[in-house]
């Protein structure tokens, strides 16, 4: 028997015309663009599940084949549906039909196109206004966006209280590792740690409200020996319910293997998308050395401190880790930094800044595309007055981790420095949008409106930042110096005396002489000159704080003894010599030959 021939290509495309199955094919297709559109539109206002429009989807696209067998099977008469087959030509309609269903295309494809307009001109720019309103600096509108987390710090179960540094360095360890994943914001180490020890009713709630998150990681860590037992879950803010928890067991040198379980998982949980680079961060050790990790948390803990002795300690701690992993990349970033803010506190500006500068660049000899190293290295360029390498370092540091705040806090101090001071406000409320908790990035910005003279605005952040910690001196010194020049000297008095007993540092101790003088209390102003005497005798005393006092006391030309002296020693003073206190010296030529002398010795 002869193969039946195939139909005519010509004849084939008639009978799809003639039974309306083209037709039924563009009205489907245009119909089902619509059910999509509108159904994005309105599903997320009634809060429908992620899972509801994807199936509506599929299950539009199962559906186009059965739709199209059965237009080329079945035919409408007047009698209703019949197959195609049983249809006698004399009865068939489909001439009619089709009319019909062309004026049925066109009215879809009216509403198809109504719609569209109406979202390109009407729903897109409310949707782009309302991103630019929840990205405005200390907006209490940003939105809590559905990929966002706050890791609260890890619970200390521990029968020794010193282990509390292994609770905070896997909290901040978590932190850093889930910063890193695109599509998941996560607020910075010192907003979360602002919560430490909080756990009042409804302190989730509270969290997604200050930090704008819809979901926090809390657990605990219980250290026996060598074991290790670290406990995590995953709660919804909105209503207390838990996402994911889970126990590990293991030994002090499964942490490592512990954190990246809890970041994975978590990310599961949360249903973020990883690309290759983010699934390979979120399972990269930084070191394989368990007693290098432990002293490196350590270091962490005290530096996180921002005193004398933490600082002390935590250079103790750094150094002891890289002995035993001479390749951990983030400890030298951390040697780095303590060093970095150690100078002119503890030593001076010009051994910490070499020792920091050199650490950094060891950092990213090991690591050139660790965003911390970049960040450290950005850091010790401004230390050294090489402000557009500083700007450099800190840009790649950006690139590489966008959420890293404290990147966008350093640049501020760049724009500071060339006395662009609203470019160094506007980067300060930048880093704030991603760390809003943070003292140090608040204080900073109290830094910033104070040098640029807006006094009123300097003392209601500084306000604000002691609610986070009230015996922040740096924040307390620098609401000092806003209420004094602000005529409320009584009021800054009491804020440099706070300053000076939250710690034994030179610093505080000099602004609080050079109040005492400024304000006519020469005899307690002298008392601080002899204390400083007695306190260089056993430590490092800068000489920028034996300047401020003799600046209130109007001596200038001690003050500029000293001034020269700090410039040698490339003091922090060099940096912030636009600072008022200086007004009266400002225009000396000895003021001016030893600011371009510091500034030459850094390029």
Known sequence: ?????????????????????????????????????????????????????????????????PAMIFSWVFELTPEGLKREQDVAPRESITGQTGRRMDRIIIVVLVLALGYFAFDKFVLTPRREAALVASAAPNDSRSVNDAKSIAVLPFV?????????????????????????????????????????????????????????????LEGSVRKAGDKLRVTAQLIKVVDGFHLWSDTYDGDMKDILAMQSDVAQRVVQALKVQLGVDEARALIKKPTEDAEAYRLYLLGRYHFGKFTRVGWTNAIKYFEQALQVD????????????????????????????????????????????????????GVAHFSWMNFAESEKELRRAIELNPTLGLAYDQYGWTFMAKGDFDGAIANSQKALELDPLNPLINTDLGFFLQWARRYDEGIIQLRKTLELDANNGLALQTLGLCLFWNGKQAEALAD????????????????????????????????????????????????????????????????????????????????????RLYDDVRNEIRFKAAMEKAAKAGK
């Open 326 to 377: 001479p390749t951990y990349a983030l400890a030298y970033c951390g040697l780095a930094d303590t060093y970095g803010w150690a100078g002119g506190q503890i030593l001076s500006g010009k051994e910490a800044w070499t020792r920091e500068r050199e650490l950094a660049l060891k950092a990213l000899a090991l690591q050139p595309d660790l965003a911390e190293a970049h960040l450290s290295l």
């Open 156 to 216: 200390n179960m521990s029968a020794d209280e010193s282990d509390e540094y292994l609770c905070d360095g896997m909290t901040e360890e978590l932190v850093n590792v889930l910063s890193k994943v695109k599509g998941l914001r996560v607020p910075g180490r010192s907003s979360s740690f602002a919560f430490k020890g909080k756990n009042e009713e409804a302190i989730f709630r509270k969290v997604g409200e200050q930090l704008h998150v819809n979901s926090v």
């Open 1 to 65: 028997m002869p193969p039946k021939p195939l139909m005519n290509p010509k004849i084939f495309f008639g009978e799809l015309k003639r039974r309306n199955v083209i037709r039924i094919a563009g009205l489907y297709l245009v119909g089902a663009w619509l059910v999509v559109q509108v159904t994005g539109t309105v599903l997320p206002m009634f809060e429908a599940p992620d899972w509801l429009p994807r199936t509506i989807v599929v299950l539009l696209a199962i559906g186009f084949v």
């Open 496 to 579: 440099f005396q706070k300053a000076a007993a939250s710690d034994d540092l030179p610093w505080f101790k000099g602004l609080l002489g050079f109040a005492y003088a400024a304000t006519g209390d020469r005899a307690k102003a002298e008392q601080v000159l002899r204390e400083l005497d007695e306190m260089a005798k056993t430590q490092y005393v800068s000489p920028a704080a034996r300047a401020n006092v003799y600046v209130g006391l109007g001596d200038n030309a001690k003050a500029l003894d000293y001034i020269e002296k700090a410039a040698d020693d490339l003091d922090p003073l060099c940096w912030w010599n636009s600072d």
